[in-house]
């Protein structure tokens, strides 16, 4: 007998409501030792919660915890996002904001907007 899993999606507003642009996914590996990180997550290409806004390489699209072993999760790498549905990881030195990581999102086309809560 096959196993299935399930997943459920609530709103969480992730999105931006004007949605116009193409939102395009891929697969990233989150590193063992990662602490859980939750969906909305600015994460740099090697799979950790960005720290410096220059790392910016993609959204989490789901809620990952390696904590305990590495995990292969999805990312939007293009789309119109929430900034207030968003989150950074702490940086060694100084602060980050998902407001400070929005000039480098743009580049790389992540449109980070202030729309609802």
Do not use: W
Request: glycine share 8%; charged share 20%.
């Amino acid at each position: 007998m096959a196993m299935q899993e399930k997943y459920t999606t609530g709103v969480d507003n992730l999105f931006a409501a004007n949605q116009t642009m193409p939102v395009v996914t891929d697969v990233i590996k989150v590193p063992s030792g990662e602490n859980a990180m939750k969906r909305g997550t600015l994460v740099a290409s090697t799979g950790k919660a960005v720290t410096a806004a220059a790392d910016v390489y993609g959204v989490l699209a789901e809620d990952v915890d390696a904590s305990k072993a590495a995990v292969y999760t999805v990312v939007y790498l293009t789309g119109e996002f929430n900034e207030k549905a968003m989150a950074v990881g702490t940086p060694t030195t100084g602060s980050l904001s998902v407001s400070d990581c929005k000039t480098s999102a743009r580049k790389i086309g992540i449109f980070i907007k202030s729309n609802q809560e």
